[in-house]
């Protein structure tokens, strides 16, 4: 059985960045679970969930991790981030792998964000925004491994390094 992190957080904790640089550190694969659902489906995220709905892009979510879980091989996998925040997801990705939470703050999150149209959560109000962000960082918790996703991707990626299970 290959060996997995996995990376769970908020929109644009850097899940996608640092899942690329992890991987290529410790050459394994990398995989974005956003980026296999956009190929399958031939359309943007953002147009999934305007087409089709937040209901059955959910459940590709859940299909696509379920896929990629049953590969043997070494991999880092940067998840979207309701796919951290569904407890089943969670549940089945901390049996197969280390989890790791990638934490940043509310306003930290909107800097970066806020001027990246292809979100559509970003649609939400402030409130509804900050309401989701509560809920998710309360299923966020359960990660094996909490980073502060705010701090350089060499310090990030040094706090993983640091607390892998296995022995590189």
Known sequence: MGKRIFLIGF???????????LAERLRWKFIDIDELIERKEGMKISDIFKYKGEPYFRKLERETLEEVIDKNEDMVVATGGGLGANPEALKLMKERGLVVWLDVDFEEFKRRCSKDGNRPLLRLGEKELKDLFDKRNLVYRQAHLRINASESYENILESIMGNLPWRE
Do not use: A, C, E, P
């Not at 929109?11 to 640089?21: A, N, V």
């Open 11 to 21: 929109m644009g904790s850097g899940k996608t960045t640092i899942g690329k640089l």
